[in-house]
């Protein structure tokens, strides 16, 4: 990690300090965190410093991005959210576009995605939310569903259909006939704001529209969701970092039959296998990293494995680390219990496990080589 951003954490990390487990408890960020955040780049450190971001390479970012998931899953999920936002508009948006909305998301103002739908999750062919110009406006209708970090969200970029093909459109969150409603009681990343949104005859300037919209819905989702992968992938690896520091304090303090659980046989073997964890996720999402920064053309495939790879041994590692805490992390906000509830929901989000290993299957079947 950069020496600059190495700084920012230290900081951060002392304005989050042991808030995370109320912050559970309560479905809620506090909006100023996430501001100050924002005004100072974090929550979108990839962006080039031409546009007020830090410049950050994907490696550094997630490394950054690794230890916030360590220490608070819904704010990580914000900064996933923002990243994708900020992403995207990087690469669809024209030069215009890129200067004022990348400056807004550089400078305080927070971002929501809105991709999945009623009926429409893994499957966005069948998605229904339709962006219709009118002379020099368009009209955005639709309903997104689960939308994370909408209930913060001064911007939403939402992924709609435009006439045969697609496009995304620049949102304000309180513009007229749009209606934000926080899911009650999700399962996991609790305070991330996830929030059903409908657009009822919404009305925008067509500069609203990136690059004026028409282009490949598959070429906008994966462009969105590469990033998206990827930033969920090094958010995993904190949740299994910070089961694997919960996991070894508690099995050396904790006594059990007169010797530390750390020396009950069994119970090493929980240990060892959280070590492992880390160690897989950490080299799935180096590798990504390096490919992404080189912008080889395997990037894709390998933020998906990275994906798929980081919140499977995540998922492992909070049940793990459950058990090794038996009662002493079963409390409802516990760090271990919160990461039980949010790796579990990191399986499903940017493409659940069966779509990743569709994805590797297909990339397995087109691009490794018939030795026969």
């Not at 690896?237 to 530390?260: D, F, M, N, P, Y």
């Not at 790796?343 to 569709?358: D, H, V, Y």
Request: proline share 3%.
């Amino acid at each position: 990690m950069s020496d600059l951003l190495a700084t920012e954490l230290a900081e951060l990390r002392a304005l989050v300090g042991d808030q995370p487990e109320a912050w559970d408890l309560a479905g809620e960020l506090p909006v100023a965190l996430l501001r100050k955040a924002g005004e100072r780049g974090l929550l979108c450190a990839e962006v080039p410093a031409s546009y007020g971001g830090l410049g950050a390479s994907s490696a550094d970012n997630g490394e950054f991005t690794a230890s916030v998931g360590a220490l608070c899953s819904s704010l990580r999920s914000i900064m996933t959210s923002q990243g994708i936002a900020a992403w995207t508009i990087q690469r669809i948006g024209d030069r215009e576009q890129r200067r004022r909305f990348l400056a807004e998301l550089t400078g305080g103002k927070l971002a929501a995605v809105a991709f999945s739908e009623p009926g429409a999750g893994s499957d966005l062919s069948a998605m229904r939310a339709r962006i219709t110009p009118e002379g020099d406006t368009v009209v955005l209708d639709g309903q997104k569903k689960w939308i994370t970090g909408a209930k913060y969200a001064d911007v939403i970029l939402v992924l709609a259909r435009q006439g045969d093909d697609a496009a995304f459109a620049v949102v304000p969150a309180d513009a007229p006939g749009v209606t934000i409603e926080p899911v009650p009681a999700p399962m996991g990343c609790r305070a991330a704001g996830h929030s059903d949104v409908r657009f009822d005859q919404v009305r925008l300037p067509a500069s609203a529209v990136l690059a004026g919209g028409g282009q490949s819905l598959p070429l906008l989702f994966t462009t969105a969701l590469s990033y998206g992968r990827m930033s969920v992938a090094w958010g995993c690896l904190g949740i299994v970092r910070a089961c694997l520091h919960a996991a070894t304090a508690h099995a050396r303090s904790r006594e059990q039959g007169g010797k530390r659980l750390a020396d009950h046989q069994l119970v090493a073997r929980h240990l060892a296998s959280l070590v492992v964890a880390e160690q897989i996720s950490a080299r799935a999402c180096e590798h990504a990293s390096r490919r992404w920064d080189a912008n080889s053309a395997d990037l894709v495939v390998s933020a998906v494995t990275a994906k798929h790879v980081a919140a499977g041994q995540a998922a492992r590692a909070a049940a793990t680390a459950v058990q090794v805490l038996a009662s002493a992390g079963a409390t409802d906000g516990h760090t271990v219990a919160r990461a039980y509830r949010d790796a579990k929901l990191m399986e499903i989000i940017e493409g659940s496990n069966e779509i990743c290993e569709l994805i590797l299957a297909e990339h397995a079947l087109t691009a490794v080589p018939d030795t026969e």
